[in-house]
């Protein structure tokens, strides 16, 4: 409040902060919502806040808890709150949600059944344990995959459901099965005395329902401080609501508009019910951003507003208009990660200390972008994920293609000849070496075992099945050529349907790197490199990545760049199914997370603001028409260095930000109702994708066409849908073409290979 603290903005803490922020700062007691909009100072408020405890209202700090959503957020914190006060920190608490119930376990663990000395289980400790209850159970890893069904449990957890309370949900045979494996789980892990990660959450939360703890460490927190808010989910929430009960000194900040994991349980209720949790909580709010131009905000506030789960709020900047945001639009994905390695390497030219962002959806993304960074010796820094070609997913088809290539490589052998699991163990192992001929290869000697009958039940079908591979291998590689070889190893291995199978939200991430990993080899075909040359480029690539990191140029999921801020920052794939992404714009809530998700990616930069997109995209090996983001089109016109053109389509709200509210005129004049209805349709088909009909027959879109290659099918699957045929089993779409009754789809069937098949007479069914 303007002249509500006319000393305090002297104050060396207070020291460039506004009314509002100096406010929540000197706040002395009682709860605290700051609800506030990207980069308007929720953080710094919270750093200020606990140095302004310590220095003015003489609190302990120790007796300060600060909750931040990653350790590196935690370290950062601490060091800025230590830059501000004379005392030491020791005492001060300042953690992750997790490192902190680490932390309370490990004193009062003596009350849970785990103890105090318990050990954490890590994702693959989780899986082995869930096996053995799986088998105990007599329960398929088919129909319960040890992933998907830690998933279900997780999520239980996440909602503080231990597996008798999880009953009413179970509403369905298989959801009963897994809360019977869920029993069984968590009976294994306190047999282990064992936690897993969610646990740490689950049991400390528990602990704190007991009146005496509540009060002890009520006691010990006199104030607690809650970064990013909008994030916690059920447990975390809990968790917080009894630490603060007692003294009721608890501040959080945050912005609805920035909830972005909900698929992990985080539920944006409980910053919404902050005031009905406490009644007598003031409310502060923050409006003015500090991090990015006008123009930026304009862009953010515009993209958000087409949200309906929100509170709304106004953000103004007073650092100018700033430049214009920019849209380029580039042929196919490899020009459009040139095109930004080369706008980076402009940049250095002029400023070699810039600080540059690139964002992207999804890990599969970062693919392009490295092996441009590469091939222009670029350091460049991978945040919070590893480089494509050391995932797991990625290295173990490596192997096999090593394999293929040079069956002498044991180390290959060793790797894909467990990569899906089958059931091969040590002593199976051990067996299969032993028998290498003199100078031979590990597949004769496998090959030597089976004709001996040395491999029994499921080891020898499994390894029958492997070798048959190999064998076959070497015809499909100059029957299909490199990408087709790569698509026939994914199949034929089991990989791709072994994470098919799983359903996890993981398997799905690790399904895209390997897609992506297929349009790798299908673009290197297409230059036409050959299988031993490519696995060399692979090799080197890796090597190259000895080079020194650079922390000017960090490429990251959106997800992992929340809370950060750069000067420069690039959001590429802006294309439907990619952003928004594919699974997520199935239903209005993944939608509108997707736009958080936007926002939040929008509102990282500081000064330059750089969209990309690519007309063209290889998926699964097979160059794809991509069709704009929907996000694009709710940009206001005012914002953008020039109009959204896609080929010659315009693409762009004029202004407001309701899709078909108004738009700007094309250049052609055509009358803006002829052109608001023309790119109504071009939106409303967005959902189908389609290439070139390679079949002359198939009837033809009456509408005006677009671009001249692309016939959108209006209504149709989009590419990358999964679908099964009676007939040919199980398959995913590569194009489509023509629209109702001569809809046609080409499918790539899992065992038929591609076929075209007319939708009103294939009996195609999506899959779920
Ligand atoms: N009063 C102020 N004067 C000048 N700069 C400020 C002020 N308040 C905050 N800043 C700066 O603005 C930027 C954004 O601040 P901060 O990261 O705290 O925002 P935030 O609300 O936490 O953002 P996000 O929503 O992305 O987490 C930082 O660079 C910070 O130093
Ligand atoms: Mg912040």
């Not at 690519?614 to 694009?632: H, K, Q, V, Y």
Request: with cysteine; charged share 30%.
């Amino acid at each position: 409040m303007p002249g509500d603290a006319p000393d305090l903005s002297d104050h060396p803490l207070m020291k460039h902060l506004n009314a509002p922020q100096r406010e929540a700062v000197c706040h002395a007691h009682g709860p605290l919502l700051i609800l506030a909009g990207a980069g308007s100072g929720k953080t710094t408020v919270i750093t200020r806040r606990i140095a302004w405890l310590i220095e003015e209202e003489g609190v302990h700090p120790g007796s300060i808890l600060a909750m931040t959503f990653t350790n590196k957020a935690a370290e950062e914190m601490r060091d800025r709150v230590q830059r501000l006060v004379s005392v030491p920190l020791e005492q001060l608490w300042v953690s992750t949600f997790h490192s902190f119930c680490t932390r309370i376990l490990r004193r009062e663990g003596d009350r849970t059944p785990v103890g105090r000395d318990f050990v954490i289980f890590d994702p693959s400790d989780q899986k082995s344990l869930m096996k053995q209850v799986l088998a105990e159970l007599h329960l398929p890893e088919k129909q319960f995959h040890p992933r998907k069904v830690l998933e279900v449990i997780s999520d239980f957890k996440n909602r503080c459901l231990l597996p008798e309370e999880a009953r009413e949900e179970a509403l369905d045979p298989w959801t009963r099965k897994v809360l019977e494996a869920y029993d069984l789980y968590q009976k294994g892990l306190r047999s282990h005395r064992a936690c897993d990660f969610d646990d740490l959450l689950l049991y400390t939360e528990r602990l704190f329902r007991e009146p005496a703890l509540q009060t002890a460490y009520g006691d010990r927190f006199k104030f607690i401080l809650v970064d990013e808010y909008q994030d916690t989910n059920r447990a975390q929430y809990l968790l917080v609501q009894h630490l603060a009960r007692r003294h009721h000194n608890l501040c959080v900040v945050g912005d609805e508009d920035q909830s972005i994991y909900g698929w992990r349980g985080a539920d944006i209720r409980n910053i919404l019910d902050f005031q009905r949790d406490f009644p007598e909580a003031v409310q502060i709010k923050l409006e003015q951003n500090y991090r990015s131009t006008q123009r930026i905000l304009d862009a953010a506030s515009s993209v958000i507003a087409n949200n309906s789960q929100r509170l709304g709020k106004t953000l103004w900047s007073d650092l100018g208009h700033g430049e214009s945001i920019v849209f380029k639009l580039t042929d196919e994905g490899r020009l459009e990660a040139e095109w930004v390695v080369q706008r980076i390497l402009e940049l250095r030219a002029t400023d070699a200390e810039a600080k540059v962002a690139v964002l992207y959806r999804a890990n599969w993304q970062s693919r392009q972008l490295e092996e441009a960074l590469r091939a222009r010796n670029l350091p460049y820094r991978l945040v919070g994920g590893v480089k494509f070609y050391e995932r797991q997913e990625v290295k173990d088809l490596i192997s096999y293609l090593r394999l293929v290539s040079n069956p002498f490589d044991l180390v290959s052998f060793r790797r894909c000849v467990n990569a899906p699991s089958r059931g091969v163990g040590p002593t199976t192992l051990a067996k299969i070496e032993g028998a290498i001929p003199e100078g031979g290869t590990a597949l004769e000697g496998l090959a030597d075992l089976l004709r001996r009958g040395e491999l029994k039940g499921r080891a020898q079908r499994e390894m029958g099945r492997f070798l048959e591979l190999f064998r076959r291998a070497a015809g499909e590689r100059e029957a299909q050529g490199l990408a087709g070889l790569v698509r026939w190893v994914l199949q034929e291995s089991g990989y791709l349907q072994s994470l098919e199978d799983e359903g996890t939200l993981e398997a799905e991430g690790r399904i895209r790197n390997l897609e992506e990993f297929l349009s790798a080899a299908a673009e290197a075909e297409s230059l036409g490199v050959r299988l031993s040359e490519f696995l060399d480029r692979i090799t080197l690539a890796a090597d190259a990545d000895q080079v020194e990191e650079s922390a000017h140029l960090s490429l990251m999921t959106i997800h992992c760049a929340k809370g950060l801020e750069f000067p420069y920052v690039f959001v590429v794939g802006m294309e439907e199914d990619v952003f928004p992404n594919r699974n997520a714009r199935e239903t209005p809530e993944g939608l509108e997370e997707e736009r958080r998700l936007f926002y939040v990616a929008i509102t990282r930069a500081q000064r330059r603001l750089t969209l990309t997109a690519a007309r063209r995209r290889r998926i699964m090996g097979t160059e794809m028409l991509g069709m704009p983001s929907r996000f694009l089109r709710e940009i206001p016109a005012e914002a953008l260095q020039a109009p959204i053109r896609w080929g010659t389509e315009l693409y762009q709200a004029g202004e407001g930000v309701r899709p078909g509210s108004s738009f700007t005129r094309g250049a052609g004049g055509a009358s803006v109702a002829t052109e608001l209805q023309r790119i109504r349709g071009f939106f409303d088909r967005v959902r189908a994708q389609a290439e070139e009909p390679a079949d002359p027959s198939g009837h033809r879109d009456e509408q005006p066409e677009p671009e001249p290659e692309s016939r959108p099918a209006a209504g149709a699957w989009p590419g990358g849908t999964r679908v099964r045929s009676p007939r040919f089993g199980r398959g995913i779409i590569v194009a489509s073409s023509g629209s109702g009754d001569g809809l046609t789809y080409t499918v790539r069937f899992a065992e038929a290979g591609e076929k075209r098949i007319v939708a009103r007479f294939g009996m195609l069914e999506k899959e779920g």
